[in-house]
């Protein structure tokens, strides 16, 4: 296994999706991508930003269920949780990691200015403020908006952007009313810290309203490879990210792809060993409460996906719901009830 060096391709990508002298980012365009034909057109706003709506009502009172960004963003903005269930998103133009089971489509992350917009902090927040203003009052809590979702492709190739919304917010007196949330594959520390300076990564820690979530590909080398093509020695760098960002002060979650290829006879018996494995790692190496603040994703076949797919990862997908059961096992058995909100696991800094 040898894979390619995402934290290579970052740098060569960061250049084609940044305009550092008109502060603007290349954000994915919808139209006539694989992706849009997941949407429905009132999900979309414009051609690069769209209403990502989180639960769905028979989910919401579930006790198991993921909080973020609802919980912190209620909590923090003062609203009720109903009103942070859907995210006014947008999406970076390229990307570090070839996920195969990624919604997005190819194009949408390639750093190709084709279907590409070139878009600044402060158009961003106006559109934001918009969409927020039109359904404010409407009767469907699903609706409204309060939260800006930073995602991508690869948030932390260009982390200005982050900086830039949180200026902008801040200028137009908003801190108090907007609520920012970031999405990252936690392989890119050189390059998110390398852009920054240390003046700049402060500010964005003392945001009060920003989160940041980092999407782990893997439980290990193996089946982070299996997921990402990248090469198995780039691993730990998730856990070295992460707790960089934990150790520097940011409010961070994080979840976990499981997907697993079982190859031969077996495997499955060491699927529990490898998760705690993983868990372990996670607790040694970051924080000891970051694992009570991961959730196992649950993988949607979306679109795009679809040409993507191999007989062995049709059964990774199959499997992958006796992935999160297991893993949310071994973390009840730490964290108990204090899953089901996951704000209120306090890190080192927090």
Known sequence: MKGYDPIELAKRLRPKMIDLENKKVLLAGFGGTGQSKDFSKQHLIGDWARKKIYLKPREKNLPDMWKEPAGIASQNLNVPPDECNATFTIQVKGCNLACWFCYVDDENK????????????????????????????????????????????????????????????????????????????????????????????????????????????????????????????????????????????????????????FRNEGDEKHLEGRLRNFIMTMEHVVDPAAAGRLYPLEIKSYSPMEGRLTPERQKALEFHQKVRELLRKIQRERFGRSLDCPHDIPTKTK
């Open 110 to 261: 390639s750093a190709c200015h084709d279907k590409g917009v070139w878009v600044s902090a402060e158009e961003i927040l106006t559109a934001f403020l918009v969409e927020s203003r039109k359904f404010q009052r409407h009767p469907n809590p699903d609706e409204r908006v309060n939260i800006i979702r930073i995602s991508g492709g690869e948030v932390s190739i260009v982390p200005e952007i982050i900086l830039w919304l949180i200026e902008a917010v801040e200028k137009w007196g908003l801190e108090n009313h907007v609520y920012l949330w970031a999405d990252t594959n936690l392989t890119t520390l050189n390059t998110f810290w390398g852009n920054l300076s240390r003046q700049d990564v402060e500010k964005i820690a003392a945001f009060r309203n920003f989160g940041i979530v980092g999407c782990y590909k893997g439980i290990d080398p193996e089946s982070y490879h299996d997921n990402t093509g990248a090469n198995p020695d780039t691993w730990m760098a998730q856990f070295l990210s992460h707790r960089l960002l934990v150790d520097t002060g940011f409010d961070v979650y994080s979840y976990l792809s499981p997907t697993i290829f």
